[in-house]
């Protein structure tokens, strides 16, 4: 197998034929679509909703719904990387791209059912968490296939382009939910807020939007086909275990580095994931958005987000993922900060300060997948990005864990601003002594 290295090198890990413009589009509408549940419903709809003052007292329950997704980031990293092994070797990655999406696009309908009365807040809390799980169960299989559709070359231009695309997404949907449900007093079909129909029904129109682009990449990309000498046997699924902890020693022996990166990622990675999750709650319960008022905050972050990952796509195949990463976290902890710091100030300082961080999320994530992708061996795609993602859910409870626990200590919900960026901060100085040029993982 021939090596490659952060900075780029051969193409060894493409499928021959595999590459077109076509499939990186029907790719990356993967994540067009799956801006309905981050934007939708982790994000600036429905945890803003169920966190709200019909469900109960805001602060309690925006802890709540940290030890709920605490709950769910332990089932993913202990599910997560053998699930990945397990769909490489068998050669069914897309299938299972396919059923975790729709299992999530069921529990995103099912939010419907999620009436604005503090008897429905366990549903809520278990539905964004059971979605949570399968949506990182499917983004294993789906970030695997970033091998098929890029070259070493360009892998950090596709990987930008989807995240890219994944920011757009949210973009128009997020206009379709506030302009056809959520803005006026009478919506489209007759749609009111009583009850929280308005954001009942968008939470349909969310599961239809995932549904319908998750089609592109499950009809036009190939299934992964590994070659026989990088098949591998298949096991049982609790000798998968055993397996995944004799490629984790042969990883440490050979790519220690990689180690390094994936205890580095997981933690950063944590708090991009609570700037995302909590973004759209610190907005609603500590700056007086309105529901409405957080959608429109919502769109003007993804414009910029989408902008800046796509641009720091092209950046990443000259410079290396490393420095868009580290540039990325430094940002985030600056603006951040200021959102801190600067919570009295009312509404300017986040439409200020919270907008300029979002320019540093989208390239942190694309980054970290590049990262890692380029240094994977062909046939253990699913298996390494399931690894990922285990590694960072293992530390998943870090971020909705210090955001609870900041709020809880000091009783009110701008303090958990604080808890994120401290998480932010660990990622980056674990970050900085690992090696930006790396063998292939053996």
Same mark, same amino acid.
């Given at each position: ?22 499939? !990186? ?195 036009? !990309? ?63 319960? !500590? ?156």
């Amino acid at each position: 197998m021939t090596g490659i290295t952060e900075q780029g090198g051969t193409d060894a890990q493409v499928l021959p034929g595999a590459i077109s413009r076509g499939r !990186v589009f029907a790719w990356a509408f993967w994540d067009w679509g799956s801006a309905a549940f981050n934007a939708v419903v982790t994000t600036f709809v429905f945890t803003v909703y169920i966190t709200g003052t019909a469900f109960g007292d805001k602060d309690v329950i925006s802890a709540q719904l940290g030890w709920a997704l605490a709950i769910a980031g332990i089932l993913v990293a202990v599910l997560a990387p053998v699930t990945g092994q397990r769909s490489d070797t068998a050669g069914r990655r897309k299938l299972w791209l396919g059923i975790n999406t729709f299992i999530v696009v069921a529990l995103t309908a099912a939010m419907f059912f999620v009436q604005a009365s503090p008897d429905f807040l366990l549903l809520g809390l278990f539905l964004v968490a059971a979605g949570n799980v399968f949506f990182e169960f499917a983004s294993v299989n789906y970030n695997a296939m970033l091998a098929q559709v890029s070259t070493a070359r360009t892998i950090g231009k596709v990987s930008g382009f989807g995240w890219g695309m994944g920011y757009l997404g949210g973009i128009v949907l997020l206009l379709i939910v506030y302009f056809g449900f959520i803005s006026p007093e009478v919506g489209l079909f007759g749609v009111t807020g009583d009850n929280g129909l308005s954001v009942r029904v968008a939470m349909l129109i969310a599961a239809a939007w995932f549904g319908l682009f998750a089609l592109p990449v499950l009809l036009s !990309v190939p299934e992964y086909r590994s070659s026989a000498a990088t098949r591998r046997q298949r096991v049982s699924f609790l000798r998968s275990y055993v397996v995944l902890g004799q490629d984790i020693a042969r990883l440490w022996r050979t790519s220690r580095h990689t180690v390094y990166f994936l205890a580095a990622s997981a933690i950063f990675r944590d708090g991009l994931a609570g700037v995302f999750t909590f973004g759209g709650v610190l907005a609603a319960s !500590v700056f007086g958005f309105s529901p409405g008022e957080v959608i429109i905050f919502a769109i003007a972050a993804n414009v910029v987000a989408g902008i800046a990952t796509i641009i720091s796509g092209s950046l990443d195949d000259r410079l290396g993922a490393k420095p868009i990463m580290v540039t990325a976290l430094i940002g985030l902890i600056v603006c951040g900060s200021l959102v801190f710091l600067l919570h009295d100030g009312g509404q300017i300082v986040f439409w200020t300060a919270g907008l300029a961080l979002t320019f540093f999320v989208g390239p942190a994530q694309s980054a970290s997948r590049t990262f890692l992708a380029r240094l994977i061996p062909a046939g253990r795609e699913g298996e390494v990005f399931g690894l990922y993602a285990t590694t960072g859910r293992a530390v998943s409870f870090l971020a909705p864990t210090m955001f609870a626990l900041m709020v809880t200590i000091f009783g009110a919900t701008y303090w958990g601003i604080l808890g994120i960026m401290l998480v932010l901060l660990a990622g980056l100085l674990l970050l900085l002594p690992v090696k930006a040029m790396q063998d292939q993982i053996g």
